[in-house]
């Protein structure tokens, strides 16, 4: 089956400081991208869509210049959090649908990003 | 827009009994996909069954079927002799078959406990 990986797993860092969150397709290409944010019990929110070698598209009401992201290659596609704030702890999880595919989306095993 | 909705937060059930889980939704297309995602405590998303809206036959995956209501917009899944490890949040979600973009819409989901 279709892997997803997401990198780190776990994240503290200072507030004020940038967070990269690394999402890689193992075993197949990955055209589409998305990026989740998850408070916990509720549910996942789409922060962002990307597409490998184009800008990301966002949902209303998150901050572009905040969630930066950047789908380099068909297998790599990076969240980065600009100056976190602790308001920003949450988990976030990635998804990859393949190329050709009609249905399947993969997701990875999130990231928990605590901000101090 | 379509939206999901999944109205009990909670449910419970006892070991090898069977337990079923209610979404409905609501759409203008006439073509889409329904699935379920299941969401232990590790927090990993599992897809658990897909339905795609043309197909008038139920979903079955083993111990795991849905009941597909097209007119009435429903969409139940039940789990059959329910284990320990079925204990995990549950989102129902859509998605339009027509674009390479179109994103999962998630239901709010509910938290299944099993009862030894």
């Known amino acids: 089956g279709a892997v997803v990986s997401q990198h780190p797993s776990r994240v503290i860092c200072k507030s004020g400081t940038s967070v990269k969150i690394e999402c890689r397709s193992l075993?197949?290409?990955?055209?589409?991208m998305f990026w989740y944010r998850q408070f916990p019990k509720q549910s996942l929110m789409l922060m962002a869509t990307s597409n490998e070698g184009s800008k990301a598209t966002y949902e209303q009401g998150v901050e572009k210049d905040k969630f930066l992201i950047n789908h380099a290659s068909l297998t790599l596609s990076t969240l980065t959090v600009t100056s976190a704030h602790p308001e920003d702890s949450s988990f976030y999880i990635c998804s990859a649908r393949r190329a050709g595919g009609q249905f399947e989306q993969f997701f990875g095993p999130g990231t928990r990003l605590t901000v101090l | 827009a379509q939206t999901v909705t999944q109205s009990q937060p909670e449910m419970s059930v006892q070991e090898a009994e069977t337990v079923t889980l209610s979404c409905t939704y609501d759409?203008?297309?006439?073509?889409?996909?329904l699935f379920w995602y299941k969401q232990p405590p590790s927090r990993q998303m599992i897809l658990v069954i897909r339905?795609?809206?043309?197909?008038?036959q139920n979903a079955t995956e083993n111990r795991f079927s849905v009941n597909f209501q097209k007119a009435a917009k429903s969409f139940s899944l039940k789990i059959s002799d329910s284990q320990l490890g079925d204990a995990a949040m549950y989102f129902c979600a859509y998605r339009s078959i027509t674009g390479a973009n179109s994103k999962l819409t998630f239901g709010k989901g509910i938290t299944l406990s099993v009862r030894p």
């Open positions: 339905q795609e809206a043309y197909k008038q």
């Open positions: 759409t203008s297309e006439s073509d889409y996909y």
């Open positions: 075993d197949f290409q990955a055209t589409t």
